[in-house]
C-alpha cells in the first residue's frame, strides 16, 4: 500500500515509449537472456502503469458521479488524492483523534451518548459557505484532500486522521442551520508541534482548546434536515443540554462524502 506523496499537476501519465535507434544498437550486443529480461519487464511497468491509470479513472468516476448528485464538480486533478486516500483508508492506515472517555449513557443496552474529552490540538481548517450543506462538505473535503496529498510545505503525504468534522451553526431557537460551516482536518500527532504550511490559501492551522463533547452516533446522509433531527435528538436526551453551546455544534464523519451508508455523529460542545 502505497504511502507516498501525490502527484497534483493532473497531467495524463506519459505516452507509449519511443525507441531510438541508438537504444536499438545498444539492444544487438546484448545477449538475449538480457535482451528478454529488459523487455519482459518494460513489458510488466507498463501493465502495472496501465492498471494504475484504469483504478484512477475508476475511482474518479466514481467521485465525479456522486459530486454530480450534490451539484459538486470534482475536477480531474482530484484523481490521484482520491486513490492515495482511497489506497490508505483501511483501519491500519488511519489514526482516530485521541480522547478520554468520561461517561457512557446507555438505556436497554443501547449507547445514547458518550461524554468526552478531546485535548487541545491542531487543526486544518476551511470555511465554506455554499447553498447546500453537501456542497460545502464536499468542496471543503476535496480542499483538504489536496493539502493531505503533497499541496504543503512538507511535500509529503501527511496521513488520514479520523473523524473529519465539520462545525455547523444554527439559528437562536434550533429550528434551520445557517449556510456557514467549517471542515476541520486533525493533524496527525508527529505534525501537531510543526504543522506543514498549506499552498492553500483558504485553508488555516487553527490550535483548538481541550472541549468537552457529549456525542452520539448514526448513520446515512447528513444534510440540513437529518442534521436538525439529531441535534433536536440529542437536546432531548441530555439531562442537561444548557451546560452546551446553544448554536455551534460539530458533525463528525468516519467515512468520506461520496460513501453510500456514512458512519456519523453529533457532538454538543460543553461550554467553557
Excluded at 529480461?37 to 491509470?53: I, K, N, P, V, Y
Excluded at 446553544?246 to 468520506?256: E, K, L, M, W
Amino acid at each position: 500500500m502505497e504511502t507516498g506523496g501525490c502527484r497534483m499537476s493532473g497531467a495524463e501519465p506519459g505516452g507509449p515509449a519511443v525507441i531510438t535507434l541508438e537504444e536499438l544498437d545498444g539492444m544487438a550486443e546484448e545477449s538475449p537472456d538480457s535482451a528478454y529480461h529488459s523487455h519482459g519487464s518494460s513489458l510488466e511497468e507498463e501493465a502495472a502503469e496501465r492498471m494504475e491509470d484504469e483504478e484512477q479513472e475508476r475511482l474518479l468516476s466514481y467521485w465525479q458521479s456522486v459530486g454530480r448528485g450534490h451539484q459538486v464538480d470534482v475536477p480531474r486533478d482530484m484523481a490521484e488524492p482520491i486513490q492515495q486516500l482511497t489506497r490508505n483508508n483501511s483501519p491500519q492506515e488511519r489514526q482516530t483523534i485521541p480522547f478520554t472517555l468520561i461517561q457512557r449513557k446507555e438505556k436497554l443496552g443501547d449507547l445514547l451518548y458518550e461524554k468526552r474529552q478531546y485535548g487541545k490540538a491542531k487543526w486544518a481548517c476551511i470555511k465554506m459557505k455554499e447553498k447546500q450543506y453537501e456542497q460545502s462538505i464536499c468542496l471543503g473535503f476535496m480542499k483538504l484532500m489536496r493539502y493531505i496529498c503533497e499541496q504543503n510545505s512538507s511535500g509529503l503525504y501527511l496521513g488520514i486522521t479520523i473523524p473529519i468534522v465539520t462545525i455547523v451553526h444554527t439559528n437562536e431557537s434550533q429550528s434551520e442551520m445557517t449556510q456557514s460551516v467549517t471542515v476541520a482536518y486533525y493533524l496527525p500527532e508527529v505534525l501537531q508541534d510543526q504543522p506543514p504550511h498549506p499552498f492553500d490559501s483558504d485553508i488555516i492551522i487553527e490550535e483548538w482548546p481541550s472541549t468537552i463533547v457529549y456525542s452520539r452516533s448514526f448513520r446515512g446522509i447528513t444534510n440540513e434536515d437529518s442534521i436538525m433531527r439529531e441535534i433536536n435528538l440529542l437536546a432531548e436526551i441530555l439531562e442537561s443540554p444548557e451546560l452546551c453551546l446553544q448554536d455551534t455544534f460539530i458533525i463528525a464523519g468516519y467515512t468520506n462524502p461520496a460513501a453510500a451508508n456514512r458512519h456519523n455523529e453529533i457532538w454538543f460542545l460543553q461550554r467553557p
